[in-house]
């Protein structure tokens, strides 16, 4: 049970500075100067989303995905374009819905109808997704899936590899009923494979059989140890990749063959795409890619570190902002300027690269970063046009003006969770902008609707199931 | 112009400027060691500010820096100062690595070319392997 | 459990090898990519995989910066172009310009602007990523490409996106990760002396340029299903690394409370965490990489498997006091747990744990570097990573495709070419250039 004297500190009501004006952020710019970014407002803000179509309004999917949240992640990025998204879970809920960070109970969102609780992870991602359940370990469930495959354009699972297939509602099956059906399992590894996925495989999993945990965090000879994302990260890519292949494939469908076909999107295998030259440089003479920390084995400058009141990211590859960089530094400190413009070594771009010329900048860098918090610093550099910036906490990320004003973050007024801050669909656009219709949604809350519209089920006979445990 | 003390350390005795690294020498307290003449010197940083030292001392060095440069701005490497990250055996040298074969010892591109060296955009010694 | 035969039937459906074979998706579909670095060369490389015709357009003589990024400086593949043979292309550049096109063009010269508007009106998909605002006062916003070509998707890639107040602000990957917020969530717990670390993929340019194609296909979808429009999208990958950060957001807004660094453990499963084995799985090796002590994931959070791993680890006092999940996942009790698995570990390499956890049935995963993915039968017969056979550069090893499909496969055709290799056939295919005009441009270094 929530403890009702939680939180014991004041919480501030989000926008704890409010979202400034049109008239405020383009103050002093002439109209000419103006025209572009009002032009793109114009087309792009957010505030208009609901009176534009979205692109996925023909598309149905059913995600019948648990446990992880790549499943939930790829249907939310068709739902957020329009899919008409059904999340259809176990009887007793995806056990992400009950998790909470620390076990705490009182993080937990309650809906207005029930009481029930809401884990923030699952809401997070349960977006303009409806609910309903089925016990798909009896045979009558199964039976109701394949009635229910009918109708969708797209079904994700996943479920240990083959488990579907040994039910009967595997794509083998299910596409003989539905030859249009976009099928798509995700996962961490694989279905397939001598290292395929076993019940209870979650990310990270999937990050530290890629090379991604190996690769992060900093040097063992600076103390270090291999890290893994905080997020699930892995999922979240994997998931997008899920998503790319869903779109490419009713692509297919729609213009072309008429049919659906089996996606496969794993976790790892999405990370491993985007592991940049891990691979090229392995096979070009054996290197085995160092975790590098916060620098970056191939440019100088452009790390993160420490100053007066976090961490401080600057980048400065190219000369043009090297020069500009240890000018800035100079205006306070003119010894670290001239320690580094004196030094010949430090001459060509490419010999800034190695490590312990490495080492030299960013010791340097930082001997003048320990005097200056993340917005001095970047007060000045930004003013010779050096791009960097802080490393943001989650309260600096919900108030920056720049995030507010963009609304990429904002808050819901949900009619069920109540005042909702989340992160917004980045599918900016002018036709089909992405947008939050609802978050979160309690446990088999559209069972009635669903099996009624799309089954023809009523509620006794749908209560009947419920008693046979097959809802 | 001398730096100021603080993380780049410039030993009293040698003039070797030792960079104390600001991952881990951010919050430290303890002996490092100049890298020119083994000097130990006792040290305190809180957030990369100078709390005390450098004061010379004794007994064993708990961190070394992170690189050196003597008086006259010449590196100084090997076990003076911590190792660099490496992804083989040989340490890097920075500079390019020019190769003829991939690791399993087929042809690949990896080294400069000229003009006449060229078919089109790839060099010759590629294009004759696709030759019939 | 599954019928025997499914491993073989997924095998046979998306083994890579038969992926030439199949028809691909956006055959058909043109995407003009005038793009720099990873952010907009990365989105079109996804549409690019999917089969369709991708021009990347370049500087001439010397491409793109991206090709001027290598690891430590060393490696390098020949020709950077024919006119600089003596240069390279760095290996920074892999990854995000695959089965392209590469053109020059120099768009400050006034040639150079009527041959990108001829471009761009024969093309489905304008992607670009330059300064918000630039394009437009070149005559190649999408106000102006659109005219000329109702159908036009027209991406814009970048940090901040080109209205409100940072919009100025030029941007890089790193930079998304440390404002939006990810950056400062990951890595060890401030109290265990940890600090925040960087994703070491180039997370918000890399997956900035997937989230990018998922709005591409949609738009697409929608217009060749129902609209016959082409649509702006713009995307700001600071707004993407944002939407990453799940809970934190909605925990913050109610409560005000902050979500904190959790190092190598998990903040609502435990135990769910990567420790140490004390033991190197190479000690012979002269590769520090693989001299290094190994690290392994174990995930044993059901009261169940908890069980197990006590008696595995022989922590009889552990299993007792935090046999509930509920007690586990507290925050001041995680630590025992993990450091009695890493004391028990501490003897031994990753492949002993993993060994003694699988024949107790508990879940684990090895921390595996890069040579270790590579040379893994799993990865390999996958098709994740492969070596395939360039007809410019020779024997390369690259990575797959992100995701498998039965009928219509992405695949990898070459990994990049020199600069401008493809001058004569685009320009010849598309804009009709006579073999002296392509001679002329080329002088003028317009191309």
């Known amino acids: 049970m929530a403890d009702t004297t939680f939180p014991k500190h004041k919480v501030l009501p989000w926008p704890a500075v409010p979202i400034p004006t049109p008239d405020e952020v383009y103050a002093g710019m002439t109209d000419q100067a103006k025209e572009y970014p009002l032009s793109l407002e114009k087309q792009l803000r957010q505030s208009e989303n609901f009176k534009k179509p979205e692109n996925l309004t023909t598309v149905r999917v059913l995600d019948l995905s648990k446990g992880m949240i790549i499943g939930n992640w790829a249907s939310s990025m068709l739902s957020e374009l329009g899919a008409d998204t059904i999340k259809c879970e176990p009887p007793d809920g995806d056990p992400l819905r009950w998790q909470t960070p620390f076990g705490r109970k009182e993080y937990m969102f309650k809906d207005a109808e029930t009481g029930e609780p809401i884990g923030l992870h699952f809401l997070h991602e349960m977006r303009n ?24 354009d797209v079904l994700i699972e996943n479920y240990p590899p083959g488990q579907f297939d040994a039910w009967g509602i595997g794509y083998r099956q299910l596409k003989e009923i539905n030859p249009r059906l976009v099928y798509c399992w995700v996962g961490q590894k694989g279905q397939w494979g001598p290292s395929k996925d076993k019940p ?60 659906g076909q089996f996606i496969e999107a794993t976790a790892a295998e999405a990370i491993i795409r985007i592991l940049d030259y891990n691979w090229g440089w392995y096979g070009f003479d054996g290197s085995i890619r160092p975790r590098y920390g916060n620098w970056d084995l191939a440019i100088n400058i452009y790390a993160v570190n420490p100053c007066k009141d976090g961490y401080f990211m600057v980048g400065g590859g190219h000369d043009r902002l090297w020069y500009r960089i240890w000018r800035t530094v100079g205006q306070t400190r003119p010894d670290l300027e001239d320690e580094i413009l004196d030094d010949k070594a430090l001459r060509a771009v490419t010999a ?21 918090s993340r917005a001095d610093a970047m007060h000045h550099l930004l003013a010779q046009q050096v791009a960097s910036g802080g490393v943001n906490y989650i309260d600096e990320v919900a108030e920056d003006p720049h995030f507010k004003y963009r609304g990429h973050v904002d808050e819901i007024e949900d009619r069920l969770y109540g005042k909702v801050l989340y992160g917004t669909s980045p599918a900016i656009a002018s036709e089909c902008p992405g947008r939050l219709k609802w978050i979160g949604r309690p446990l088999g809350y559209d069972n009635e609707e669903i099996f009624l519209r799309l089954l023809g089920i009523g509620p006794s006979d749908l209560a009947q199931l419920k008693k046979h445990g097959v809802v | 112009m001398a730096i100021n003390q603080g993380l780049v350390l410039t030993c009293a005795k040698c003039s070797t400027k030792n960079f104390l690294d600001p991952y881990p020498f951010w919050n430290f307290s303890g002996n490092t060691k100049c890298a020119g003449c083994d000097t130990i010197y006792a040290v305190s940083f809180v957030k990369g500010q100078q709390t005390s030292g450098p004061t010379p001392g004794s007994g064993k060095t708990d961190l070394l820096p992170g690189y050196a440069e003597d008086k006259t701005g010449t590196p100084i490497t090997g076990d003076k100062i911590r190792p660099a990250p490496q992804a083989r055996p040989d340490p890097f040298s920075g500079k390019q690595k020019h190769i003829k074969q991939s690791l399993r010892g087929k042809p690949v591109s990896g080294s400069p070319l000229k003009k006449e060296d060229l078919v089109g955009s790839r060099a010759r010694f590629i294009a004759d392997l696709h030759k019939a | 459990m599954a019928t025997p035969d499914f491993e073989t039937y997924c095998q046979q459906l998306f083994d890579h090898k038969t992926a030439a074979g199949k028809p691909e998706v956006l055959k058909g579909i043109r995407v003009l990519s005038c793009t720099q670095y990873i ?57 995000a310009n695959t089965n392209e096109e590469f053109i020059t063009l120099d768009f400050h010269r006034p040639e150079a602007k009527a041959a990108m508007l001829e471009l761009a009106s024969k093309v489905d998909v304008f992607v670009q990523n330059f300064r918000p605002g630039t394009f437009d006062r070149w005559g190649m916003g999408y106000q102006h490409l659109s005219k000329v070509n109702p159908r036009l998707i027209y991406q814009w890639l970048g940090g901040f996106g080109g209205w409100g107040p940072g919009r ?14 990810a950056f400062g969530i990951t890595g060890e717990a401030a109290d265990r002396g940890g600090t925040p670390a960087k994703h070491t993929i180039w997370l918000a340019d890399y997956w900035g340029g997937m989230m990018a194609a998922v709005t591409i296909l949609a738009a697409l979808y929608w217009r060749d299903t129902v609209s016959g429009k082409g649509t702006f999208i713009e995307y700001s990958q600071v707004h993407g690394v944002q939407r990453l950060l799940e809970y934190s957001l909605p925990l913050y807004g109610r409560y005000g409370i902050r979500r904190e660094r959790w190092g ?27 001299k290094e002590v190994g690290y392994i994931l174990v995930t044993a959070h059901t009261d169940e498997d908890f069980k197990k791993l006590c008696d595995v680890i022989g922590a009889k006092d552990l299993a007792t006091k935090f046999a509930k999940h509920d007690e586990r996942v507290k925050a001041e009790n995680q630590g025992f747990i993990y450091d009695a698995i890493e004391a028990w570990a501490k003897d031994k390499t990753k492949e002993d744990v993993a060994a003694l956890l699988d024949k107790a049935g508990i879940n684990n995963q090895p921390v595996w570097n890069a040579k270790e993915v590579s040379e893994h039968p799993h990865w390999k017969l996958r098709g994740a990573v492969q070596w395939y056979d360039d007809p410019i550069y020779g024997d390369l090893h690259h990575q797959g495709p992100a995701f498998k499909m039965s009928e219509t496969p992405p695949r990898l055709k070459w990994a990049l070419k020199p600069v401008g290799a493809d001058n004569e056939r685009v320009y010849g295919r598309l804009l009709g250039w006579s073999k002296s005009k392509l001679a002329k441009m080329e002088e003028m270094e317009v191309i």
């Open chain 1, 352 to 372: 800034r690269l190695p490590h312990l010329r490495q080492v030299k900048t960013y010791t340097v860098l930082a001997d003048w970063q320990k005097d200056h």
């Open chain 3, 168 to 181: 100025v602000r030029a941007s890089y990957d790193i930079l998304g990760q440390a404002m939006g917020g």
């Open chain 3, 264 to 290: 190598n453990w998990d903040t609502e499963l435990c135990p769910h965490g990567i420790v140490q084995c004390g033991k190197s799985s190479y000690p012979s090796s002269q590769n520090p990489q693989e």
């Open chain 1, 200 to 259: 209870g495989n979650l990310d990270p999993t999937a990050q530290a059989a890629c090379g991604f945990v190996h690769g992060t965090g900093l040097p063992k000879e600076f103390g270090g140890r291999p890290t893994r994302s905080a997020l699930w990260v892995a999922d979240q890519v994997g998931g997008t990749s899920a998503a790319i292949g869903i779109l490419a494939a009713l692509l297919y469908r729609d213009k072309v063959s008429g049919r």
């Open chain 3, 39 to 95: 952010l907009g060369p990365s989105c079109a490389a996804y549409l690019a995989e999917l089969g369709a015709e991708v021009i990347k357009v370049e500087t001439p003589r010397r491409g793109e910066p991206m090709r001027h990024t290598t690891p430590f400086n060393e490696p390098l593949l020949f020709p950077l172009s024919r006119w600089v043979p003596e240069a390279g292309t760095g290996l920074g550049f892999f990854g």
């Open chain 1, 129 to 152: 997704k409806r609910s309903v359940t089925l016990n798909l370990e009896k045979p009558e469930g199964r039976e109701l899936l394949k009635k229910l495959a009918v109708h969708v």
